[in-house]
C-alpha cells in the first residue's frame, strides 16, 4: 500500500514539537490546515473509488484483491493516510466487507448521495465558523469521506478529518452486523457533529497526568469536551445509547466512574466497541461531556476546554457531581 501523504522536514519537526512540547494539531504547517473554514475542501471521490472496487469483488469473487488494487492502492492520500492509522482493520478490508455484502450493497444509494449531498457539507461549515468565533486561533483541516470496514466513525490525521461514511446508512439492511456495529449506525445528518467532534481533537492540547499511560479522567475530558463542544456548534446533541443510557442513570454512572477515575485502564469507559458488557459501550464520554458541559457553564471559560493541563482540576471547578 502506497503511503505518500509525505511529510517535509519541517512537518517533521513541527510533529515531534507537537508531541514534546504537548502543541496541537493545529500548530503544524499552515499547509496542512485553513486559516478560515471558507478554505476547507470536502474530498469524497474515495466513496465512488469503493463501490467501483465492491462491484468488481462481486465480478471476480477476489474481495482482498479488488480492494487493494482499485481502493486502497488507488485512493486519496487522505485515504491511505487513513488506511495507514487502521492497519489491520484495512488489512482485511476484502474479507470484512465480503462477510457484510448485503449491508454495503443495500447501503451503496445512501453513502454514494452522501458523497455529492452539499447539505451536510453547509452545516459542517457552519458549525466550523461558529466554533471559529469563539476560538480565533483554531485552524481548519480538510474533510475525507472515505468508506471503511465499520472501524471507527471518525478521526483526526496530518491530512484532516476523516468520516467513514459507511456508519451513516440507517436505512441499509444491518442483519450481517454485529449488536455494536448496529448499534453504531446512524443517519447521515449526524456528520456534521461528527466533523465538528474530531475537528475539536485537532485543537486541543492534551497534557496527561502520565504521558505513558493516561488516566481514565484525562482521555474522558479529551473526548467528552470533543462531544460537549460538538454539540454547541452544530447545535446537534450527541447521540448514541451510551448518552442515552448515561442520561437515564447519571447519578449511578458518576458513582461507578468516580471509583475508576484515576486508573490507567479504560476498558470499561472507553474504545470498547463489541467488547462491553451489560451498559452501552463509551460511557465515558457521556461522563466527559457532562463535565465540560457543567465547567463551561459555572465558568463561561470556552478556550479552557481546548487548554487542559490539569483534567482533575478542572473536574473540580466543573462542580460536577449529579
Known sequence: MRRDFTLLGRDVRAVLGWVGRRRALVELPGALSHA?????????????????????????????????SLYLASGSPGLREFAHRRPQGFANLGAIVRARRAFYETAREQVLSLAEDDAWKARA???????????????????????????????????????????FADAADTRSLSAWER?????????????????????????????????????TIYEGTADF??????????????????????????????????????RDWLYQGPNARGVPADLGYFVGERIARSYFERTGDFAGLFDVSDPLALLRASGYDP
Open 36 to 68: 478560515s473554514p471558507t478554505d476547507v475542501r470536502f474530498v469524497t471521490q474515495d466513496v465512488a473509488r469503493f463501490y467501483a472496487a465492491f462491484d468488481e469483488a462481486r465480478r471476480t469473487r477476489n474481495f482482498p484483491a479488488a480492494f487493494r
Open 125 to 167: 461549515l457552519s458549525a466550523f465558523r461558529d466554533l471559529h468565533a469563539r476560538l480565533p486561533r483554531a485552524r481548519f483541516p480538510d474533510v475525507h469521506l472515505v468508506v471503511g470496514g465499520l472501524f471507527t466513525g471518525g478521526t483526526a490525521g496530518l491530512s484532516g478529518l476523516f468520516l467513514s461514511a459507511e456508519f
Open 183 to 219: 448499534a453504531a449506525i446512524t443517519s447521515g445528518d449526524a456528520l456534521p457533529f461528527l466533523a465538528a467532534h474530531e475537528l475539536v481533537h485537532t485543537l486541543q492540547r492534551r497534557s496527561y497526568s502520565s504521558v505513558s499511560s493516561p488516566s481514565l479522567l484525562d482521555l
Open 229 to 266: 463542544v460538538a454539540s454547541v456548534v452544530s447545535d446537534q446533541a450527541p447521540r448514541g445509547a451510551h448518552h442515552t443510557f448515561g442520561r437515564a442513570h447519571e447519578a449511578d454512572v458518576w458513582r461507578a466512574f468516580r471509583r475508576d477515575l484515576l486508573k490507567s485502564s479504560v
